[in-house]
T-cell receptor, first 113, second 112 residues
Framework: DQQVKQNSPSLSVQEGRISILNCDYT??????FLWYKKYPAEGPTFLIS?????DKNEDGRFTVFLNKSAKHLSLHIVPSQPGDSAVYFC????????????FGTGTRLKVLA | DVKVTQSSRYLVKRTGEKVFLECVQD?????MFWYRQDPGLGLRLIYF???????EKGDIPEGYSVSREKKERFSLILESASTNQTSMYLC???????????FGNGTRLTVT
């Protein structure tokens, strides 16, 4: 049972426009959410996180929004740059397995120059 | 900066071999993890450890074991490698609760 879902395997966006990556979760006990970026042949790198007591967290061009009632979070990248082209994973933790981070299947973002 | 180092970037092993994947972190983190990444399946947790000599099964532990004799080192062991264990293996570490995972660069394992 996939507790963290990224339903869009890929997304293409023009340079300078907004990229919106979506993530849904099913476990209401999750209380900490993260986004990671992964280039080929490298490990994922941490981008931004949000705890369940907030509904928005911003860091430069990256903003994460959390809608707890809908069990949905999204990552906004504004403006998108060609270097943002990568696979993005959302992850969640909390509840009975506090040390466990459950990852989604990833969304491949391509930013077109 | 946190550094998580995986001993090999690429490995090719034969079916039935015993395989060791080594991981070392330099930030005195309590928690260490092993994930595998497969296309369309994302990152799946194999095992994790929250203290020396402590380990817990993740979501897909079958066919794997782990060892954590020192705080900085976490080893993944494939007792008898099989072709369905061909994958990208990622080690990660984190501090106490609520801190992000820091990943190594991964080991691409091919079992033939």
């Amino acid at each position: 049972d996939q507790q963290v879902k990224q339903n869009s395997p890929s997304l293409s966006v023009q340079e300078g426009r907004i990229s919106i990556l979506n993530c849904d979760y099913t476990n209401s006990m999750f209380d900490y959410f993260l986004w990671y970026k992964k280039y080929p042949a490298e490990g994922p790198t941490f981008l931004i996180s949000i705890s369940s007591i907030k509904d928005k967290n911003e860091d430069g061009r990256f903003t994460v929004f959390l809608n707890k009632s809908a069990k949905h979070l999204s990552l906004h990248i504004v403006p998108s740059q060609p270097g943002d082209s990568a696979v993005y994973f959302c992850a969640a933790s909390g509840g009975s397995g506090t040390y466990k981070y459950i990852f989604g299947t990833g969304t491949r973002l391509k930013v077109l120059a | 900066d946190v550094k998580v180092t995986q001993s090999s970037r690429y490995l090719v092993k034969r079916t039935g071999e015993k395989v060791f994947l080594e991981c070392v972190q330099d930030m005195d983190h309590e928690n260490m993890f092993w994930y595998r990444q497969d296309p369309g399946l994302g990152l799946r947790l194999i095992y994790f450890s929250y203290d020396v000599k402590m380990k817990e099964k993740g979501d897909i532990p079958e066919g794997y074991s782990v060892s954590r004799e020192k705080k900085e080192r976490f080893s993944l062991i494939l007792e008898s490698a099989s072709t369905n264990q061909t994958s990208m293996y990622l080690c990660a570490s984190s501090g106490t609760g609520g801190s992000p995972l820091h990943f190594g660069n991964g080991t691409r394992l091919t079992v033939t």
